[in-house]
């Protein structure tokens, strides 16, 4: 089959369940990941022959795609701060605007050694991606999923020596706070923790009810904030004095989220917007 061919007929029918523009750039992306090709190889090259080694494989895929399965879990990989993640269905996506915290963590340490708390780890990609922006600094992913603790372990973005890295991933149930912790106290708290009350499932896609893990996105309405109760209770406990954290939130419940935290004793306690315009990060301080 001629690769033009392959994504016309692909993009037409993944229209069905996603938009036009969104459906091309799945196919385009499937087709990198799985035979290697250029998101313009068909249009420099439009006689590019897949080979029948490669295309039944693609075609499989392609399947997975229509059935509503997002593409990272087929591939295997999810670009994420500039890094190659791997994910299953064990473990969430890495979203865009998770990059923010990131980028928030790194800009506020970057001349120093942090010691870094990372709780509702999941695949790692906070931590790693902390952890390989601040070669000296110490992670630690805390989550409840074994599951997801091997995924977080077995990281090996861009074929880093991970010996050069100082991550540690201990499971622990971050609604359960320890008397103590090892590697505590910390100088910087992250999380991101199951946020997305029950009843917003009517509005979310189907190929993330289906396929990513409850376990790590929803909440119940009649207690949406219990993760952010806990996260401020390790914050107090587990941080040093002047030591700070930074939380990824509900958009619907920036305020209340905000509450929390300023009602636990933690201070300088700020809502801040991702690039969407969305209120989705909350930032605070333990006071010395």
Not at 4 to 12: A, D, H, L, V
Not at 35 to 56: A, K
Not at 209 to 221: I, K, Q, S, Y
Request: glycine letters at 6%.
């Amino acid at each position: 089959m001629l690769l033009p061919q392959f994504i016309r007929e692909s993009c037409t029918a993944l229209e069905a369940l996603y938009p036009p523009q969104e459906a091309r750039s799945l196919v385009l992306r499937l087709c990198s990941e799985l035979i290697g090709t250029e998101s313009y190889t068909h249009i420099v090259e439009p006689q590019f022959e897949i080979s029948s080694e490669l295309l039944p494989g693609l075609l499989a895929a392609r399947d997975r795609l229509l059935a509503g399965e997002p593409l990272q879990y087929i591939t295997g990989v999810q670009e994420f701060c500039g890094h190659r993640f791997r994910v299953t269905p064990d473990v969430l996506i890495p979203r865009p605007e998770t990059e923010q915290l990131v980028e928030s963590v790194i800009s506020r340490s970057r001349d120093g050694e942090p010691t870094v708390l990372d709780l509702c780890t999941g695949s790692g990609c906070i931590a790693w991606s902390i952890a390989l922006a601040l070669p000296g600094a110490k992670v630690t992913g805390v989550d409840i999923s074994q599951a997801a603790l091997a995924v977080a372990r077995a990281q090996n973005p861009d074929d880093t020596q991970q010996s050069v890295l100082v991550l540690e991933f201990v499971q622990a149930d971050v609604l359960r706070l320890p008397d103590s912790f090892a590697g505590a106290p910390f100088d910087v708290l992250t999380a991101n923790p199951p946020y997305i009350k029950e009843s917003e499932k009517a509005a979310m896609h189907r190929n993330v009810l289906e396929h990513e893990p409850g376990l790590a996105l929803f909440v119940p309405d009649a207690d949406p904030l219990l993760f952010y109760r806990a996260i401020a209770g390790w914050a107090q406990k587990f941080l040093k004095p002047g030591g700070w954290g930074i939380v990824e939130i509900n958009e619907d419940l920036g305020d209340e989220t905000a509450a929390v935290f300023c009602g636990s004793g933690l201070t300088n306690v700020q809502k801040q917007l991702d690039f969407f315009g969305k209120t989705r990060f909350v930032s605070f301080l333990k006071p010395l």
